[in-house]
């Protein structure tokens, strides 16, 4: 299995300021995503971190507001830029991959309040 | 039509009782996951099943591949079990996750 830790767990920021979100795994994993969670809704990826290369930003997510750094296998960063109460939400990362047997694992979470 | 369907969304039970959660999804797949989530947001990974059964303690998860169905069975459930349980699947040759909506379990002593 993967031990993941998210920091920070969680936050209340203000409109228009950025935070970043970092997510360290025990062990080096191939792959590691960026999932939101909106209030009462599922899971929805944001991207695909990828390690030496640019994310991979799903539809309708960009990379001039979430951007994301990835330097090595075992640890990733997501930014939430010029924040608005829309983007409260639950930040979770998760791993796969490279001796977990294609399951996935998930961090924590951070749960981000914007005012 | 969501491809990942959970039912029921709400289960309010007594403790004790035998709980079963239901997914059904409509796309080929190599493997499908049970999570939990508890209120504080971090998400468990209770299960990854491509055929069969598996059992883990209380929790029991079956999948049907030709009917493409899954259920989540918990016995003996217990308050400590109350939380979301959200089914996932992986469609064939993708690696990212569909997410069905969760099912909020509530288990009262």
């Known amino acids: 299995s993967a031990v993941i830790s998210q920091k920070p767990s969680r936050d209340i920021c203000q409109r228009g300021t950025s935070l970043t979100i970092q997510c360290q795994v025990d062990?080096?994993?191939?792959?590691m995503f960026w999932y939101r969670q909106q209030p009462g809704q599922s899971l929805t990826l944001i991207a695909t971190a990828n390690q030496g290369s640019e994310a991979t930003y799903e539809s309708g997510f960009v990379i001039d507001k979430f951007p994301i750094s990835r330097p090595n296998l075992t640890f990733s960063t997501l930014t939430v830029s010029n924040m608005s109460p829309e983007d409260s939400s639950i930040y979770l990362c998760?791993?796969?991959?490279?001796?977990?047997?294609?399951?996935?694992?998930f961090g924590p979470g951070t749960r981000l309040t914007v005012l | 039509k969501n491809e990942v369907e959970q039912s029921p969304q709400n289960l309010t039970a007594q403790e004790g009782e035998f709980i079963t959660i239901n997914c059904s999804y409509s796309v080929g797949i190599s493997a499908l996951h049970w999570l939990q989530q508890h209120p504080g947001g971090g998400i468990v990974s209770l299960f990854m099943l491509s055929s069969g059964k598996k059992k883990h303690g209380r929790l029991i998860a079956t999948i049907n591949i030709q009917e493409k169905h899954s259920s989540l069975h918990i016995t003996a459930s217990h308050p400590r079990d109350s939380a979301v349980y959200i089914c996932a699947v992986r469609r064939r040759g993708n690696e990212k996750l569909t997410f069905g909506t969760g099912t909020r379990l509530t288990i009262i002593p």
């Open positions: 998760s791993v796969e991959g490279r001796g977990l047997r294609d399951e996935q694992f």
């Open positions: 062990s080096q994993v191939t792959m």
